[in-house]
């Protein structure tokens, strides 16, 4: 019964591939997020969607696409892999315009 | 640019002490969240204060939010080894669901 559920856990990769990182919610919420924690603990907002729709794009390389099947799962692809890519990637949920976001258990990214 | 910053970034405190952690952020926000994150793990809900004033307990924690100061304390009350994890505190200043999170304060209590 896991709210919002990401897989996989762990990812390790070597720089150049390419990379997805899936993300599911069931708990009837309409916007999803996708944020990057980096080695030093910083969270950052990468993307939004509502209703399957782009909200909130934040300064990312385009080598990361975010994708919205339906509202309840957000995938996050990403082409060429660079070491800098390597961070935990959390997802998130929430009702649009309500206050609380529920996180997922991260995805830790290890590119070598 | 907005900025929130917490302080401090690390805090070693002994069990039964009481402490503060600060959060001050650079924009007006009427909405601020208090997050706890355990060593490799996801981050948890604390608290979200809605309105200037706003103050809110659970347990040894409690919130408050002064919006004209921009500021959010997180007071310690008595503090027990359970309560060592890393304390975030974020906001939406623009009431986009868009959430820019503080630098972090990373709490260990020892006995």
């Known amino acids: 019964d896991t709210a919002v559920s990401q897989t996989p856990k762990y990812l390790v990769t070597q720089m150049g591939n390419d990379k997805s990182i899936k993300c599911e919610q069931n708990?009837?919420?309409?916007?999803m997020y996708w944020y990057k924690q980096d080695s030093k603990k910083f969270l950052k907002i990468m993307f939004s969607?509502?209703?399957?729709?782009?909200?909130i794009n934040e300064t990312v390389p385009n080598r990361f696409s975010p994708k919205s099947p339906d509202k309840a799962h957000l995938n996050l692809h990403i082409n060429s892999l660079e070491l800098g890519d390597s961070a935990v990637y959390f997802c998130?949920?929430?009702?649009?315009?309500?206050?609380?976001?529920?996180f997922g258990p991260g995805t830790r990214l290890t590119v070598t | 640019e907005l900025k929130v910053e917490q302080n401090p970034l690390f805090l070693s405190m002994q069990e039964g002490k009481n402490y503060t952690i600060y959060c001050n952020y650079s924009?007006?926000?009427?909405?601020l969240y208090w997050y706890r994150q355990d060593p490799g793990k996801s981050l948890e809900s604390l608290f979200v204060l809605l309105s200037n004033g706003a103050v809110k307990q659970e347990g040894r924690l409690m919130a408050s939010l002064d919006t004209k100061a921009r500021l959010s304390t997180l007071h310690i009350t008595a503090a027990v080894h359970d309560l060592s994890a890393t304390y975030f505190c974020?906001?939406?200043?623009?009431?986009?669901?868009?959430?820019?999170f503080g630098t972090g304060t990373r709490l260990q209590v020892f006995p």
């Open positions: 969607y509502n209703n399957k729709e782009l909200i």
């Open positions: 998130a949920s929430s009702i649009r315009g309500a206050t609380e976001q529920y």
């Open positions: 974020a906001v939406d200043p623009y009431n986009t669901d868009k959430l820019i």
């Open positions: 924009t007006t926000s009427d909405r």
């Open positions: 708990l009837g919420h309409d916007t």
